[in-house]
C-alpha cells in the first residue's frame, strides 16, 4: 500500500460541501484511491474509489490530481449524518488487506 | 438485507476463559476477514480467508484462531483471552477475493478482558 497523508481533523458547517484531503504520492500506477468512513465505532463504510478519473456516486465525489498524488474527497451538502472518521485508502484491488491509518475526523457543524 | 451479522456485540469475560465471536454474511461472499481496533493503533488485520478452507494469518493473529467450514461463516476464536486482547473487532467480508469496493463490514464486538 502506498502511504497516505490526512488531516487529523477538519469541520464544515451543515449544508456545506465538505472537501476532504488526502495525499499519496508513492502510488504506483496501478494503485486504487478508496476512502471509507467510520461513524462512532461503527464498522467501516465504503464510500467511493477511483484509480485516474474523477468519480461521482450518491454519498460523495472523487478528485483525483493528473499526477495522481492527491485527491480530494467531496460531500457535496454534509449533513450532520457525515460526522465520522474518513479513511483514505492507496492500495491494490487486490490486496489481502486494506491498511486503514488514523483518518480525517470530520465534524459537521449545525 | 445484505450485512454482515458479529454476535455478541459486547462481551466482558476473565483471562484465559475461551470464548468464540461469531460473524455470518449473507451475501455469498467468498472473502471474509477480521480485524481489531485499538486507540492510536487504528485497524489491524488478524486474519483472512479467500474462500472456504482457506485462511490465513493478517498482522496480528497471535493469541486467535479462525475457522472456515462453511462459506457464510466465520468466527474467531480465543483460546486463552488475556488483557492486551481487549479490543473492538470488526469482521468483513467482500464477493469475490478481498475486492474493496465491495467490502462489508459487521457492527463490532466490544470485548473486554479483565
Known amino acids: 500500500d502506498a502511504k497516505t497523508t490526512q488531516p487529523t481533523s477538519m469541520d464544515c458547517a451543515e449544508g456545506r460541501a465538505a472537501n476532504l484531503p488526502c495525499n499519496h504520492s508513492t502510488i504506483s500506477g496501478n494503485e486504487y484511491v478508496y476512502w471509507y468512513r467510520q461513524i462512532h465505532s461503527q464498522g467501516p463504510q465504503y464510500i467511493i474509489h477511483?484509480?485516474?478519473n474523477n468519480e461521482t456516486n450518491e454519498m460523495a465525489s472523487l478528485i483525483i490530481t493528473e499526477d495522481r498524488k492527491s485527491s480530494t474527497l467531496i460531500l457535496p451538502h454534509a449533513t450532520l449524518r457525515d460526522t465520522a472518521v474518513y479513511y483514505c485508502?492507496?492500495?491494490?484491488?487486490?490486496?489481502?488487506?486494506?491498511?486503514f491509518g488514523s483518518g480525517t475526523r470530520l465534524s459537521i457543524r449545525p | 438485507e445484505a450485512q454482515v451479522t458479529q454476535n455478541p456485540r459486547y462481551l466482558i469475560t476473565v483471562t484465559g476463559k475461551k470464548l468464540t465471536v461469531t460473524c455470518s454474511q449473507n451475501?455469498?461472499?467468498?472473502?471474509m476477514s477480521w480485524y481489531r481496533q485499538d486507540p492510536g493503533l487504528g485497524l489491524r488485520q488478524i486474519y483472512y480467508?479467500?474462500?472456504?478452507?482457506?485462511?490465513d494469518k493478517g498482522d496480528v493473529p497471535e493469541g486467535y484462531k479462525v475457522s472456515r467450514k462453511e462459506k457464510r461463516n466465520f468466527p474467531l476464536i480465543l483460546e486463552s483471552p488475556s488483557p492486551n486482547q481487549t479490543s473492538l473487532y470488526f469482521c468483513?467480508?467482500?464477493?469475490?477475493?478481498?475486492?474493496?469496493?465491495?467490502?462489508?463490514f459487521g457492527q463490532g464486538t466490544r470485548l473486554t478482558v479483565v
Open positions: 485508502i492507496a492500495t491494490y484491488s487486490s490486496a489481502s488487506k486494506i491498511i
Open positions: 480467508s479467500m474462500n472456504v478452507e482457506a485462511t
Open positions: 477511483g484509480l485516474k
Open positions: 468483513a467480508s467482500s464477493l469475490q477475493g478481498p475486492q474493496w469496493t465491495e467490502a462489508f
Open positions: 451475501m455469498n461472499h467468498e472473502y
